[in-house]
């Protein structure tokens, strides 16, 4: 069955506090995506699923967030966490769909095989963990079978606390696989057990993710976001590099930024108070950009809406490390 977002997460956690500004840069990009065919196999033979919870050792000091990370605690093979010591957790999702070992049905052998990487040399060693050829849940709910999957990767580097998400060839003919119509990806930070945190939603174009901040309260998101508007193609990879935040405010706090009025004829505009400069970018509710993009600094930007065809349109703000999407109607 479909696996709500960040359930996983409810039950390793003990408290949390959300915060408004993603500890990480991030960055899209494309590489050739290289299967772990000589990795470290997790429970050799065994036929995992979507309920599976494991552990794999880091190998080295390692940071997610502010948390130090001895193991990499998963669920399936879509989602990662710091491990199960600490008293509050963080993690990444590469996709809410709810994944299978392909053999799961078909006496216990593994088709898809949960293996492992530590490859180079101390200080520079990168932990990669792979979930190989997994099937979708949903499919085996509805048809009996898995025919479709998905090959993904997280990459976890020593000398900067940097982790990737990767993505390799997938087979997806099913459309309710996922939450979206699509998939949902990002970074998911103190998620505690009554589901209250915040998740950074990446949006739209998935060879260029916007990355949306989605507070949520009692395991529902506060608000709308904009989901992937397709599944990542192979050799897609999401890095999150972790940067220090403590101490810094939120560019997108209410004392620094509105964004005005909600329903507008043929101008919207950004009230902002900082240093940053801050790049816009105008989309339709199902990602499509829409042509109208510029930067917006200290003061007021107009942003000329006169051209669009009447209906809702998401206005999509990015600073140095974070970025908020914004909802308003052309009228």
């Known amino acids: 069955m479909k696996q709500p977002l960040l359930a996983f997460l409810a039950i390793i956690l003990i408290a949390g506090k959300a915060e408004a500004q993603m500890p990480y840069t991030f960055t899209a990009y494309h590489q050739t995506y290289v299967p772990l065919t000589s990795g470290t196999v997790l429970a050799p033979g065994y036929a995992w699923n979507s309920s599976t919870f494991y552990s794999i050792p880091t190998g080295f000091p390692f940071m997610i967030d502010t ?3 001895s193991y990499m605690f998963m669920q399936g093979g879509g989602t990662t966490a710091t491990d199960t010591a600490n008293v509050t957790a963080s993690g990444f999702l590469l996709t809410d769909a709810s994944l299978d070992d392909r053999g799961y049905t078909l006496g216990g052998t593994s088709l898809s095989p949960i293996r ?3 490859s180079g040399t101390t200080p520079n060693r990168i932990l990669k963990v792979e979930a190989f050829n997994c099937g979708f849940d949903q499919q085996l709910i509805d048809s009996g079978f898995m025919k479709d999957s998905v ?22 003919t099913g459309t309710d696989y996922f939450i979206a119509p699509t998939t949902i990806a990002g970074y998911m930070k103190d998620m505690d057990t009554f589901g209250n945190g915040t998740f950074y939603a990446l949006g739209g174009n998935p060879n260029n993710p916007v990355v949306q901040t989605v507070p949520f309260a009692g395991g529902n998101p506060v608000g709308t976001f904009l989901p992937l508007s397709g599944f990542p193609q192979s050799g897609q990879v999401y890095r999150f590099a972790r940067i220090d935040r403590t101490g810094v405010p939120s560019v997108f706090s209410s004392d620094n930024i509105k964004v005005f009025p909600t329903s507008a004829p043929s101008e919207v505009y950004v009230s902002y108070k900082g240093p940053e400069t801050l790049s816009y970018e105008v989309m339709s509710v199902n990602g499509t950009r829409m042509n109208i993009e510029g930067k917006a600094v200290n003061g007021t930007t107009t942003i000329n809406i006169s051209e669009l065809p009447s209906g809702m349109y998401l206005l999509h703000l990015s600073g140095p490390t974070d970025s908020k999407v914004y909802k308003f109607v052309k009228i």
């Open 67 to 69: 948390i130090h990370c």
């Open 116 to 118: 492992w990487v530590l």
């Open 151 to 172: 090959n993904l990767q997280v990459w976890y580097y020593e000398d900067s606390d940097i982790v990737e998400l990767r993505y390799g060839p997938s087979l997806i």
